[in-house]
Each structure stands twice: as structure tokens, then as C-alpha cells.
């Protein structure tokens, strides 16, 4: 069964500093990734994905991301945080066959970035 | 405006109640998928819609769970006899298809949600 874990309910950085948030995934087949953000009383915003080929996936706002398929981990990352990057993030996975992408997404990581 | 809207954006019901919940998707996205989040959790999948048919209903969780997308366009969630259990953040998204390519590995655009509170 597919399964995404994002292991830390919350990462606190000072602004200005770099930020990752964890992400490692279980899929039979070649996976695709997603990383969306969730801003209160809003929906969810793609942020990148990955699909294939280079495994540094760059996004919005500044955002990227690393595949490691040895580790399974898909990891989001970002040089430099600042205050308005406060917000739920959600990493996803997809099977990557039957013609579709149903989600399975990971309980999320609250991002809390200080000023 | 452009993106994917749902309707009501709150709705709250007695328990056993009928409800309804609407996803108006991006025009031109064949894709239109439901899912559920509940309070500290992330989007759980309940059925996904390639044009007017339902291709995947595997994450409804039982009987009481509707969905119709009769012109391939809008589509409405139903629940019957609700419980409190179905208390919930109900999201809608839409995605595109690629002709070469098909629509697995495009991304979804999500609305802002129904929250639904069953009393």
C-alpha cells in the first residue's frame, strides 16, 4: 500500500535561515511527489512536483525539493525563509499507473517561521 | 474567477440529516477528484470523475456517500443520514489532461473546501 510519513508535526526556523521539511514515501512503481501548502481558511496550493529526470525539482516561491530514491524521501527545502512561508505543508504521492493521480497524502508539517 | 470553487464554504446539519455539497471546477479539466480532511490530517481520497463517469470510488466510505457529475462539469457530493463522524473539511480538485501523456502526472487544483459540521 502507498503511504506518505512526514515525520516532525511542526518546524520552527528564524527567518532568514534555511528550512527543510521531511518528507519519505512508500509506492510499488516509479512514484510521482508533490508538495502542496495549505494558508488558513484556504485551499491547497501546488507547490512542485516530481515526475522524472532531475532529482532537484525547483517551485514556487522559492521552494525545491530533492528525490532521493534510495531513501525514499522527497524532502522540501528552501535557502532562505521568511515569516509569510508560516504555513501547513502537505507532501503527496501518487502511483504513477492507471491513467490518473489519486493522492495520498501525508499528515502534514506545520511551518512556523519567526522573525 | 478562474480557479475551482465549491459551495456552500460552511455548512452545518443535525445529525441524520441530507446534505449537499457542490465543486465547480476549472472549465476545461476533464479530472474532478473529492477528497476529505479531517481536523490534523491530511486530504484522504474518496472518488475520483474523468468526464461524467466516477473511475474510482474506492475511498467513499460507505453507502450513505454520493457523488454525480452528470454533465461532466460541476459535481455534487451527497451524504445521507449524516453522522458526526462525517465532520469534516470536504475538498474538491481538478486537473487537466495532456493528450500524449494523459492526466497522471499533472498536478491538481484544489477549492477552498466545504467545512461540514454535523451536530
Known amino acids: 500500500a502507498q503511504s506518505v510519513a512526514q515525520p516532525e508535526d511542526q518546524v520552527n526556523v528564524a527567518e532568514g535561515n534555511p528550512l527543510t521539511v521531511k518528507c519519505t514515501y512508500s509506492?510499488?512503481?516509479?512514484?510521482?511527489l508533490f508538495w502542496y501548502v495549505q494558508y488558513p481558511n484556504r485551499g491547497l496550493q501546488f507547490l512542485l512536483k516530481?515526475?522524472?529526470?532531475?532529482?532537484l525539482v525547483k517551485g514556487s516561491y522559492g521552494f525545491e525539493a530533492e528525490f532521493n530514491k534510495s531513501q525514499t524521501s522527497f524532502h522540501l527545502k528552501k535557502p532562505s525563509a521568511l515569516v509569510s512561508d508560516s504555513a501547513l505543508y502537505f507532501c503527496?504521492?501518487?502511483?504513477?499507473?492507471?491513467?490518473?493521480?489519486?493522492?495520498?497524502f501525508g499528515a502534514g508539517t506545520r511551518l512556523a517561521v519567526h522573525p | 474567477g478562474a480557479g475551482v470553487s465549491q459551495t456552500p464554504s460552511n455548512k452545518v446539519t443535525e445529525k441524520g440529516k441530507y446534505v449537499e455539497l457542490r465543486c465547480d471546477p476549472i472549465?476545461?479539466?476533464?479530472?474532478l477528484y473529492w477528497y476529505r480532511q479531517s481536523l490534523g490530517q491530511g486530504p484522504e481520497f474518496l472518488i475520483y470523475?474523468?468526464?461524467?463517469?466516477?473511475?474510482?470510488d474506492s475511498g467513499l466510505p460507505n453507502d450513505r456517500f454520493f457523488a454525480v457529475r452528470p454533465e461532466g462539469s460541476v459535481s455534487t457530493l451527497k451524504i445521507q443520514r449524516t453522522e458526526r463522524g462525517d465532520s469534516a473539511v470536504y475538498l474538491c480538485?481538478?486537473?487537466?489532461?495532456?493528450?500524449?501523456?494523459?492526466?497522471?502526472?499533472?498536478?491538481?487544483?484544489f477549492g477552498p473546501g466545504t467545512r461540514l459540521t454535523v451536530l
Open positions: 470523475f474523468q468526464g461524467t463517469g466516477a473511475a474510482d
Open positions: 509506492v510499488s512503481g516509479n512514484p510521482y
Open positions: 472549465s476545461g479539466h476533464t479530472a
Open positions: 480538485a481538478s486537473s487537466f489532461r495532456d493528450r500524449g501523456l494523459g492526466i497522471k502526472n499533472n498536478e491538481q487544483f
Open positions: 503527496a504521492v501518487s502511483r504513477g499507473s492507471g491513467g490518473y493521480n489519486k493522492l495520498i
Open positions: 516530481y515526475i522524472t529526470g532531475d532529482n
